[in-house]
DNA sequence: CTGGATAATACTGTATCCATAATTATGAAT
DNA sequence: ATTCATAATTATGGATACAGTATTATCCAG
């Protein structure tokens, strides 16, 4: 999780950040580039000398980093970059579908108005979220995987606010930020941006057509196909 | 979540805990005792004095809080313990439903042996459950409920246990800690005691059934009523 | 008596320092 | 030569000290 308190996030965002938590998000960058590779040792005095701080601040970030799951404290041994298992991904793939599934199904009855109280949201919520497909659909058809990575999560982000539970975007948050110490991109493999823009249309229809069941169950086999994209990729990368 | 890292837990179990582990545990039981009351401010080197500790480990265990969700870091203000709405109720009990079910679900198949590769699980791990269930059935008969809590706890975690998904039950029992913020108990509610027992009989029913669906749905209802009765709870107190 | 500016105070954030535990290197004995 | 014991080194964990900023108190003006 973020430093940032998931529910209440007290942001006066005019205030700049402590430095612990700058130096925690270098440390993600660089974990995520596996500039520091998983299982890696990390050398506090080292980091510490190289980014011109005091050990204090920085052993600060490794907590944060820590409770994320970026990082594993050994006590009285130091602290390592986390290494996640082919078991791990098995078992967070599930839970991942699970709850952008129910995403889906909440940003689909949010559109139709279903919803009790708040009333029906505009429409110009769902062109939002077209808008960002249709440049899916451009991306892909240029092979431009990076802008298509890139407005891939801007979908899905769009998705959770429209789904208007800060909870579970919370944990999926959390889920995906563990993922991406994989940072194997299943985008990379052949036929997968295809595939996972059809599986994006197939969505967006359901959304369409009102139909919040089938839209959780498109965005529930959306993740799984991404898994097993991955699992393709770590056998022939 | 908690500083030992959600999936590869590397617990030397016979390493002492850390310092700042240890207060971070005492900090948490003085927050769900609302002994540090929500939205209260949390004074470091009063803390600190009384721990008898210098202010490092304790910032270090605020920063493990915030990540929990516990408290809240206001950059140059300080630290306040988290107060949690009713907003953030309603959103955070559907998510724990689904993440629940999702054990249930899981658990049964286990049980069923309908996995693939890992085989049927012996059933003593029913029976456990049923043991589980048993003392459930006495401490509610007993109007005991502090025993009736503990048992019931016990009970998710067999089958969180069982379901065999660590990164599930890592979310879940993030989200627990977290809701234990309201402190409010819901099976003090009048026919609450009654009313959850006959939902843990339903739950137990459908797995004994091998019915995996109905399992996740029973599950499911059990924890929304969960909610249901804590709203009651809260307007009459 | 109220409002605002300035000074005093207190607390947070960071750096430095020290003690202790772990690891590695060294040496002796079998 | 190998193995065990012991010493040296290094890193972690914690305490203390200091700087900078927010808050509160005080005082003066209107």
């Known amino acids: ?33 596996h500039e520091l590779a998983p299982g890696a ?8 000398d190289e980014f011109g701080i005091s050990r204090t601040p920085l052993r600060e970030a490794l907590k944060v980093l820590a409770a994320e799951g970026l990082v594993v404290l050994k006590p009285r041994r130091g602290c390592y970059v986390a290494a996640l298992a082919e078991r791990d991904l098995d078992e967070i793939f599930p839970v991942l579908a699970l709850l952008e599934g129910r995403v889906a199904e909440e940003a689909t009855r949010r559109l139709a108005g279903l919803e009790a ?7 110009a919520d769902f062109s939002r979220l077209a808008e960002i497909h249709a440049e899916l659909e451009r991306h892909a058809a240029a092979h431009d ?7 891939n999560q801007r979908f899905h982000s769009a998705l ?3 789904a208007g539970n800060r909870w579970l975007s919370q944990l999926i948050d959390d889920t995906r930020k563990f993922l991406k110490l994989t940072r194997r991109d299943s985008l990379r493999l052949d036929g997968r941006l295809k595939q996972s823009l059809a599986e994006h249309r ?11 069941a089938a839209a959780a169950l498109q965005m529930h086999n959306h993740i799984l196909s991404g898994r097993a994209a991955l699992a393709k990729l770590l056998t022939q990368p």
Chains 1, 2 share one sequence.
């Open 1 to 33: 999780m973020n430093a940032r308190h998931p529910v209440d996030a007290a942001k006066d965002s005019l205030a700049a950040p402590a430095l612990y938590e700058q130096v925690a998000e270098r440390l993600r960058t660089r974990i995520y580039a």
């Open 202 to 212: 197939a969505i967006l229809a359901a959304m369409k057509k009102q139909d919040a």
């Open 117 to 123: 109280g708040v009333g029906p949201l505009a429409s």
């Open 41 to 48: 040792w990390i050398d506090e005095q080292g980091l510490a």
């Open 145 to 151: 995987i990076d802008r298509f990575f890139a407005a």
């Open 160 to 162: 959770q606010e429209l």
